[in-house]
């Protein structure tokens, strides 16, 4: 089974940067496309930014113009960098395979990584 990890979240100021790393298994992750997944307290999950296979990046509106997903194939690796944080960016942050999550109710989660921003 796939293992995720994500990494990276810290306290921050609003207006500050942050970039979120999540670390993937399998030989298959550079033919995925993937995205990263944010839970605030008391929400549901809600997607934030995707990336294909081959580079191509989508985003939540609430996100666009300040956060950037990038992916590093070679280290099997997708990274989210995060600009101008605001107070509602504060949540729970998630990377996934982006058909599987779509696909497959129950799948798997790794632990995600806090992000918390101050006001």
């Known amino acids: 089974q796939v293992q995720l990890v994500e990494s990276g979240g810290v306290l921050v100021q609003a207006g500050g940067s942050l970039t979120l790393p999540c670390a993937a298994s399998?030989?298959?992750?550079?033919?995925?496309?993937m995205g990263w997944y944010r839970q605030a307290p008391g929400k549901q999950r809600e997607f934030v930014a995707g990336?294909?296979?081959?580079?191509?990046?989508n985003y939540a509106d609430s996100v666009k113009g300040r956060f950037t997903i990038s992916r590093d194939n070679a280290k099997n690796t997708v990274y989210l960098q995060m600009n101008n944080l605001k107070p509602e960016d504060t949540a729970v942050y998630y990377c996934?395979?982006?058909?599987?999550?779509?696909?497959?109710?129950?799948?798997?989660w790794g632990q995600g990584t806090q992000v918390t921003v101050s006001s």
């Open positions: 990336i294909s296979s081959g580079g191509r990046t």
């Open positions: 399998g030989s298959t992750f550079r033919f995925n496309s």
């Open positions: 996934n395979d982006i058909r599987r999550v779509a696909t497959t109710p129950g799948t798997y």
